[in-house]
Each structure stands twice: as C-alpha cells, then as structure tokens.
C-alpha cells in the first residue's frame, strides 16, 4: 500500500482547465434541448413580474464587442432576478429596416431601379433575415437566455401593423402634420434625416464678410451705406431673403477706409481686425430695433433682403448682422415666417443647386462655394475671405456632411406635448442620474421630429391625398391599412393602387371623380424602434407595460429612449420604462474609439474561440459600463487569470467534498468550530453584499470584487489553506474534517447560485457535481442571507484574530528570509502576548498551530518576557525558531512523536492512529516505498 493512499486527497472529475470554447456549446445545446428557459419562466409563474425590454440592434454583420457587453449586461440582470423571486421574461428584438440594408443591396450590385419597387424591397427583406439569424446565433453563443425562437422584429406583419397604429393615434390627437420647413438633409442619403441620425466632425469651410447695400433706408440708414454679415456657408446665400439684427442690440454706423457700413457697436472692433479696416469712425449708433423693415440689395441678384429682428441673433461671432435665408436654417425659418419670406431651398435631392439659383444650376452645393465668393469679390460685395475648421453636423451612416434644406415633410409636433414627455421623465428612475438630466435638455430644446424618409426600405407613412392635394388621415384608413399589413406585410403599400388600399367605397369631397394617390416616403426608423411598446410590450401576454427597465448605451438618449418615451407619451400618457440603465462605449487598452480602419476592434466570436464566452461574461462584470470601458486581449488575458482563479478555487471545494453528503453529514451552526462559524458568516455576509449592492442596484462590478477577495482572501489565503491538515490527513468522519466540509460545500452551492449570471456555463459544469435537487442551477434560486446568533462578536474575534495572524506571517517570512526555517511547519513558534491578545487566543477553539500552519508539537504561548531575537510588535512578540523533531512521512508536520509506534517507525502518533484504525492492512504489511 501507498502512504498517500491513507489520505483523504480530494478528488473530483470536475477537470481543472474549463476547455470553454468547446464545452459551451454542448452546454447550450443541452440548455435548449431541455427548454431550459421556458422551464424558468413555467417556475416562476405567479411571481412579481420584472420585464427588461431589450432595445432592438441593427441586423446588419457579426455582433461587436458593444454588443457583447449590452447583450451580457441584460442578461445577468434578467437572470438574477428570474432567480431571486421575479417571472423575469426577456424577448429580444431586431431593428430591421433604413438604409445601411440598402447600401449593402447596392455593394452587391442589386439595381433599385431596375425593379418594382415590391421586389426591391423583398430583397431588403430576405437580406435582413439572413442577419437576424446571424446575430441570433452570436447572441446565443454568448449564453444568453430568451425566448430566441419567438423574437420581435420590426419587419413582421404584426410589428408593422402596430406601428400604424401608434401613427394613427398620433395622428388622431393632432400631433402629426405636413409642412415646409428646414430640416437635416443628407445629398448623400437623398433622405431627410433626424436630430438622432447626425454626428459632428471637423471640416474646413470658408469665412466670409459680406456687404448687403441699402435700397431704402427708411430715413434712418443713407443708400451708401452696407450691412455687414458673416457666414461660414457661402453657397447659402443664393436662398437669402433678409438681414436679421437683434432688437436690443446697439449698431454702430461708421465710415470705414471710404465706405459706410453698419455692424454691432460690440463687436466693432473685432470685426476692423478681422476684416483690416485701417481707419473707422463710428458716425451714429442705432438700436437694432431702429433698424427694422429697411430694404437692403441681394449682393448678386436682383432681389431685395429685407432687416428683420431675432432673438437668435447673438453677440458671440460674426457682426451681430446675421444672413437670413428661411429655406436653410430652423432659425432663419421661424424669424422669416413672422415677415412672410419666401421659404427658398435652391438646392434638390442630391446637394445640387436647382434653376432657382441662376449662374449656379447643376453644381453641387460644395462645389459653389468658390464659384459664390468669386461673384461677390466681382460685385464689390466681398469683404474679407478666410478658412477655419470647426465642427460641422454629418450622417452618421454615410459619415458625409449634412446640409439644412427646406422640403416638404411630415412631422410630428413635439411642442404640443412636450410638458407631458418632461413630466414623465422626472418620475422615471434614471439608475445614472445624467441620464435624467441629459434626455430632459435634449426634449426641452429639441424641434419637431422631422418622421419621413425619402427610401425604399422600410414601413410607409399611411397617407393618402385627394384629388384636391388634401391629406387623408382618418382612423378608418388608419385602421384599414393596419389591417392590411398585419395580414401581408406592409409591402401590400407598393403591390397595391391607392384605391385598392383605401377601405372599399370609401369617398372623399376633395376627391369628387373617386382618384386618390398615396404617400410614397417612409418612417423614420427610430419611429419604428419607438414603437416597441405598443408593437411587443402591449403585444406579447408574457410582458408588461410600462416596462421596468430600458437598458442600452449611452447613444441612445437621443435615440431609442427618446423615441420611444415620445410616442409612448404621445398615445399613452406615460413613459414607456420605469427604470433607464445606460452604459458607456467600447474602447480599446489604450482608450481610443475602436474602428475597423485603426485595426483596434476584437470580435466577440475571436474572443468565444479562443478563450470561451465566460471570459467575455467575467470581464463585463469586471468594468465600471456607467463610463466608456476598456478591452484588449492582454486585459482579456487578465480576466481568464482571475476566472482560472475562481474555477480551481470552486474545484478544491468540490473535490473535498466529494464523500460528503448534506443529508448525512451536515453539522449545524451551532456544533460547529468557531471558526467554521466565522467562515459561514463571512459568506452570508457575501450572499448579502453581492444581492443588495450588486445585483439589486445592477452594480455589477461590486459583485465581481465581492466574490473575487472572498475566493482570495478569505477562502484561499485563510481557511482553505490550513484545511489541508484537517481534510486530508484526518479521518473520514472526524468532527473537524465534516465541520469544515459542511462549510465547504455550503459555500459551494452559495457561490455557484451567486456566479450564475455571469458565468452560466461554468456554473452549470460546477452544479453537476454538486447534490442538490435542482437539474439546473438555472432553475435554483439565490441563496437566502441568514443572520446568526452573537454573528458581531464573532466577527470581532475573528478579525482581532486575522490580525494576529497576519503578524505571525511576517514573522514566519523573516525566519524564512533567514534560512531558520524552510516550510512554515518547520517553525517552532513561541507566542508573547498582552494580556489581551491571550484573552483571544483562549478563545479560539480551533486547533491554533494548525490554523498558524506551524509545528504543532512546538507551539507555545509563555507568560514570560520575550527575548531581544523575537519580532516585538505593540501587543505581542513572535519567536520563530526551527522546529525540534522528525517529519511525518504521512501528515509532513515537524512532530517530536515520529518514531513513537514501532510499527509505523516514520509517522507521527496522531497519524499512526488513523492509520491503526483505518488501514491495518498497511500495518501488517508495511508501505511501498
């Protein structure tokens, strides 16, 4: 017989690398085989209900790391509260029309031109299947749970109808209209584009000062004199249509190098710098308010511009003189419509200036702005040219520049129920509290929402017209068509005449001989995202609305939160979430935006190959998601450190559990050692933290550190490292041995209950060798937080303990540094202790060497003074000397009994008693050697 072969060595099959990038997979198989996720929902039914509305990604290519963490993120909230008493469903959804479908059909060469429009978009529709089912397989791999086979998609009959609705109803309430205002165009979409679809960058645009000459002054300016302006949009003046000045400004006459202009008194002398001016004589001043009505020249056509007064009009650049063209700019627009100026956009579809700007017809708008500055130098009316960069609006699909164009859309009128949207976000439960403050400005001080499109793909707006030009609203046809889509799909819109899809006999006074014509522009995809709550919240049996919780990246707060708060107000009165949650960008190590073309990007499916999805999993809960986060694979490899850490900690307890049953073996509480008490605290204290700070209030990071210094300092470092000579070298069923394994395997179960949010597959492994009822973890629920009697005092003791004890390491690692001893069982340890420090050693009914990890033989705590060589410290000192005695060949302890048994000659007394009682085998017949 082997020596080893008397030792409870723990053993288990649980392996100790996690081999993650293959055995996910079986798990999950094995995960939706057994409907894992609807046996949740059937365990939970009758509970409180918790729904996360999942904001619907764009089904467009692979997932990204960003979604990585949004998908993770929602998944270990939606997984700890389906286990910690909520029916916590989790439907997730596709945002599946607009252009970036379109781009991608062009790239391959399909010809929207050369077919139906039906067929066109039959394709958009078939394309952005294939990517749903791409994503909806990245998203399972990352161990999501949901109902994957029942998604919400914006494309289906059922989602489109719903949206229909939700126009209908907001159309009923007045809140829907046409009009011809200046809103966001993107030449190279040829779409109108809303606030949440632009993006800044900088681009380098001309400056100009230009002069616009009195035609009639109204007795108060002379016809020698000009008005000054500033504009960083040359090709915008062949739309202009008046000067506007601020009411309350003072304005300054002056004769400046021989001529007369008229600019701000405050900023005058900053334009004679900008401009050169050598000489200026103020000859009066004026308040702007003096100045309205009077009639100025266009600078190159035969075209009167007429002084208004503004509000916008400010005193921070240019000359307080600000070029008014109603047709390119929503200031211009509303101080124009007071004056009756003609709306003019000279500028079609494409960026490309029309007839009604002579000189300028078929030039792109960019492309005039030379051509503009070369014509005012050629009129005397250019005053000064220059460059500058500066921020400028573009479209974040296309990522080229926007411009401000007046052209007839349909909007939707924020103004008449913005206080109501304002309301509603004050009595949401903002998890970060910018988020409050950051949506409320963006609907305070946003305009109307510009909600039509001028594509192909996506849901059309359902209007009809009259003969006479009249729109067609009502809720019949509302209702018609929502019927019609539910039942075809909304591509009946373009298989069908307008007749044939207005409800049958349906009339009209302006459309006396029976003809109708239909709208062709679509909606604004963030109007279909918007929509959810109606289309799936208000849809699907097994959710609520409101929802309890929205959570997306921070982007959104002009994007889905907005939209969708704004159409749920606009119907329903009430915003559509109780709770918002959003989080930060994906970085790389070094903190800059990740991109394709800076090569910086790590692809989730690399990560699941090489490491396993758990490691991706670790890692969200490891970073702070309320600010933009880091992630690399060196800080990825950090992760699968700290994860092999857990697993190989989680392995210990299962293999020294291995013979233990709960049922038979259990100790209570209140049998067990002191210490094993302190222990089961400390991981209530744990089960505690990590549910109310962490889970509870979605911190995940305070879960992942809770966890992470219990396995490290209070299990590894501490308790699991003198078990050792307690479960291996002692007896089956001695107290000591079950009083620590009942610990172990509590703490066991605990644990992998507490890390099954983040690491579902991994605790699932560990859950199979385990000995509870369960089948799942999954279907487990959290441990419960229990309180035990005198817990403080215990605590108290233990950590007045931990500190002793952390004396005695450094001690030991003096002795070590010395070469006194080798191993810490080598150390003969004499305690000189103040009275208080003895008082607590008396008190721990632990075996004191052997949670030490010294010589027990050679232990010793005197009442003598300590000798100058021990380590003095303020309430006790520590002599550290080599242990007298032989090693045990069984237990490897410095004992002075080794040899006591003739027949054992090379154990120690307590070992050769174990082995007298449980091996006499070995006694007869002696160890292999």
Known sequence: MKMKETLLLGKTAFPMRGNLPNREGQWEKEWDENDVYGKRQKLNEGKPTFVLHDGPPYANGNIHIGHALNKISKDIIVRSKSMSGFRSPYVPGWDTHGLPIEQVLTNKGIKRKEMTMAEYRQKCYDYALTQVDTQREDFKRLGVAGDWKNPYITLTPDYEAAEIRVFGKMAEKGYIYKGLKPIYWSPSSESSLAEAEIEYKDVKSASIYVAFKVKDGKGVLDTDTSLVIWTTTPWTLPANQGVAVNPTYLYAVIEADGRKFVVAKDLLE???????????????????????????????????????????????????????????????????????????????????????????????????????????????????????????????????????????????????????????????????????????????????WVISRQRAWGVPLPIFYAENGEAIITPETIDHVANLFAEHGSNVWFERTAKELLPEGFTHTGSPNGEFTKENDIMDVWFDSGSSHEAVLRQRPELTFPADMYLEGSDQYRGWFNSSITTSVAINGVAPYKSVLSQGFTLDGEGRKMSKSLGNTIAPEKVIKQMGADILRLWVSSVDYESDVRVSMDILNQVAEIYRKIRNTMRFLLANTADYDPKENHIAYNNLRSVDKYMLVRLNQVIQSVREEGYDKYNFVHIHKTIVNFLTTDLSSFYLDFAKDVVYIQSEDSYERRCMQTVFYQTAVALTKLLTPILPHTSEEIWSYLKEEEEYVQLAEFPEYQEYENQEELID??????????????????????????????????????????????????????????????FSISTEEAPDKAMAFEDVALLVEKAEGEVCDRCRQVRTTVGADSELPTLCAPCAEIVHEHFPEAVAEGFEK
Do not use: C
């Open 797 to 858: 003791m233990w950590r007045a303990f931990m500190d002793f004890r952390d004396k005695v390491l450094k001690a030991l690692e003096e002795a070590r540094n010395e070469k006194i001893i080798g191993r810490s069982l080598e150390a003969k340890l004499t305690v000189y202790p103040n009275e208080q420090v003895r008082t607590l050693l008396k008190a721990i009914d632990a075996d004191l060497p052997q949670l030490l990890i010294v010589s027990p033989d050679s």
């Open 270 to 448: 900053t334009v004679q710098k900008e401009i050169g001016w050598d000489t200026v004589e103020v000859l009066k001043e004026l308040k702007g308010s003096e100045l309205e009505s009077i009639v100025a020249k266009h600078p190159f056509y035969d075209r009167d511009s007429l002084v208004i007064l503004g509000d916008h009009v400010t005193l921070d650049a240019g000359t307080g003189l600000v070029h008014t063209a109603p047709g390119h700019g929503e200031d211009d627009y509303f101080a124009g419509k007071k004056y009756g100026l003609k709306v003019l956009s000279p500028v079609d579809d494409r960026g490309v200036f029309t007839a009604e700007a002579p000189g300028f017809e078929g030039v792109f708008y960019d492309k005039a702005n030379p051509m503009i500055t070369e014509l005012l130098e050629e009129k005397g009316a250019l005053l000064k040219l220059d460059f500058f960069t500066h921020s400028y609006p573009h479209d974040w699909r296309t990522k080229k520049p926007v411009i401000y164009r007046a052209t007839p859309q349909w909007f939707a009128s924020i103004d008449k129920f913005r206080e109501n949207i304002l309301d509603e976000i004050e009595k949401v439960d903002w998890i970060i509290p910018w988020g409050k403050t950051r949506l409320y400005n963006m609907i305070r001080d946003r305009g109307d």
